[in-house]
Structures are given as structure tokens and as C-alpha cells.
Nanobody, 123 residues
């Protein structure tokens, strides 16, 4: 297993920034694709961003492209999500997930999930 623990969520005003972190312990983090997903109240979980284990490939949902940046530090077993120019519609619980060696964009293809960190963006 790859236990995952997210941190960095909080309350921020529209236009502000937050950086989420996800620490992985155990497993084969350095060979796993990592993804960020979010779930707003009353909505289904949706893809936000993903990164290959090589760090060479990144993928973003259209709604966050140009505002969010996913990165990882394999030496620290940590994946990050830098979120800039936040909007009220970014309000959600954000989850990190560990996947296979290839990069899935669907939640069902990820094997391990964190408990989530809440992000609230006020207008």
C-alpha cells in the first residue's frame, strides 16, 4: 500500500493562492503516477491534475489549466499542487491519489487515496 496524507488546505479569498502537499509513505511512490482530484458538495469527484513518475508529463483539467501546477519530489515522496488565482468554484475537498506507472486521468484507475484536504475560496 501507499498511504497518502494531504495537507495545505484552508480558507482563502478569490485570487489568492494555496499549495497542497501529499506525503506518501511506503510502497513504490517513485514509480507511481500521482494525481489530484476534487469533490465539491453535491458533485462527483473530478480530475484536477496528474504527473508521471518521471516528472516529464503533466496533465490538467481545462478548468485549472494555467492556474494550477502539479509537481513532485521523489526524494521526499511528496507531490504538490500549487493553486494560484483561486476562484470560488475551486471550493472542494482535494484528494491525492497514487496510480500505476502510466498516467491515468480517471479516478477509477488510481489505486490509493488520501483522506482529503478542504479548500474553501471566498468571493
Amino acid at each position: 500500500q501507499v498511504p497518502l496524507v494531504e495537507s495545505g488546505g484552508g480558507l482563502v479569498q478569490a485570487g489568492g493562492s494555496l499549495r497542497l502537499s501529499c506525503l506518501a509513505s511506503g510502497g513504490t511512490f517513485s514509480r507511481s503516477a500521482m494525481g489530484w482530484f476534487r469533490q465539491a458538495p453535491g458533485k462527483e469527484r473530478e480530475f484536477v491534475a496528474a504527473i508521471s513518475w518521471t516528472e516529464l508529463n503533466t496533465y490538467y483539467a481545462d478548468s485549472v489549466k494555467g492556474r494550477f501546477t502539479i509537481s513532485r519530489d521523489n526524494a521526499m515522496n511528496t507531490v504538490y499542487l500549487q493553486m494560484n488565482n483561486l476562484k470560488p468554484e475551486d471550493t472542494a475537498v482535494y484528494y491525492c491519489a497514487a496510480g500505476p506507472s502510466w498516467v491515468p486521468l480517471r479516478s477509477r484507475d488510481y489505486n490509493y487515496w488520501g483522506q482529503g484536504t478542504r479548500v474553501t475560496v471566498s468571493s
